[in-house]
Every structure is written in C-alpha cells, then in structure tokens.
C-alpha cells in the first residue's frame, strides 16, 4: 500500500517548471493553500517576476513573505489540512548570505522543521550544481549550501522530484 506523500521537494533548473509543478501539487491537495514567498524585489526584473507567480495563483491563495525567517513563518502557518508551498529555497539562502546570518545552522533549522510540520509541504529549490564552478568564492559558497541543503531534504521528503523542461521526473518516495 502506498501512502500519499506530505512533504515534497521540487528540484530543477531556472524556468524549468518548477514553481508550475508545485502549484499544481498544492491544488490538488484541496486544503487551505499558502504561499511562503522567499523573494526580495530588489530591482524591476524581480518585481515582474514576482507579480507573475503573483498572477497565477487565485485568491484561494493566502501569502506569506519570508524572505530571511523562513523556519518562523512554516511553524506559525503550520495547521492540519494545510498546505505550504515555499517557493524558493535557493532565494532564501542568497537572502541569508547576503544578510550575513548563518546558513549552516539555518539550514538545519529548516530540516530539523520539517519532519514535525502537520501540514503538507512542498519545497521549490534550484539544482545549481550541474553547471561550471563558480569563479568567485561567494558564488561558490551559494552553490555548496544550496546542493547541501537539496540533499539534505531528499533524505527526509516523501517525493523528491526534479523537474526538465517541464517534465517531472521522480527521485524518490516512500512507500
């Protein structure tokens, strides 16, 4: 017998379809929905692209901005029936880098969350290791903590999948 997973982790490239795929996964859950929005709008190209994921979600949707306090903001909308959708880890981490807070212990915060939420979760993440070193340390920086965290949360999601083109492909789930 298989059960339904409860926490997801959607991993893929920039405009892969990831955000789509688990918008879709979250609207088929048929609980209350909420957005936890890590983005910061810090120039125009980033306000069009947040008022587009904006515009694609109805007004079922409650939304959330957490761009730095990303852990507080699961915990307190955390609710049985629920479903969190955080979209994206990989902003949140350049927020907590750039922010200077500390992305180790932040990061195992956000993992130690997980596993005790009641709501269903799904987690947006970029897959950045699959392309060339980065030439400069805070890039690289950026890419370990992102590929750390990823692995991190695989381990513990039911469903990790990894998007192309669209195209969900499944890492895992439990059975």
Do not use: Y
Not at 13 to 25: D, F, L, M, P
Not at 47 to 54: E, P, S
Not at 95 to 101: F, I, P, T, V
Not at 125 to 151: H, I, K, T, Y
């Amino acid at each position: 017998m298989t059960t339904q997973p409860s926490t997801f982790l959607i991993l893929g490239g920039a405009r892969s379809g990831k955000s789509r795929h688990a918008q879709r996964i979250a609207q088929a859950d048929g609980g209350e929905r909420v957005f936890v929005a890590t983005a910061q709008a810090f120039d125009d190209e980033m306000r069009d692209r947040i008022a587009r994921h904006r515009a694609d979600r109805d007004s079922s949707w409650h939304t959330v901005e957490a761009p730095l306090a990303l852990v507080d903001a699961i915990r307190s909308e955390d609710a049985p029936g629920r479903v969190l959708l955080v979209d994206c880890l990989t902003l949140w981490l350049s927020n907590l880098l750039l922010a200077g807070h500390d992305v180790a212990a932040e990061s195992d915060a956000l993992v130690a969350a997980v596993p005790r939420l009641c709501a269903r979760l799904i987690l947006v993440s970029n897959e950045v290791g699959l392309s060339v070193v980065p030439d400069n340390a805070l890039a690289r920086r950026f890419r370990d903590a992102a590929g750390m965290l990823n692995q991190r949360l695989a381990q513990i999601c039911d469903s990790t999948e990894f998007i192309v083109a669209g195209h969900p492909i499944r890492l895992n789930r439990a059975e």
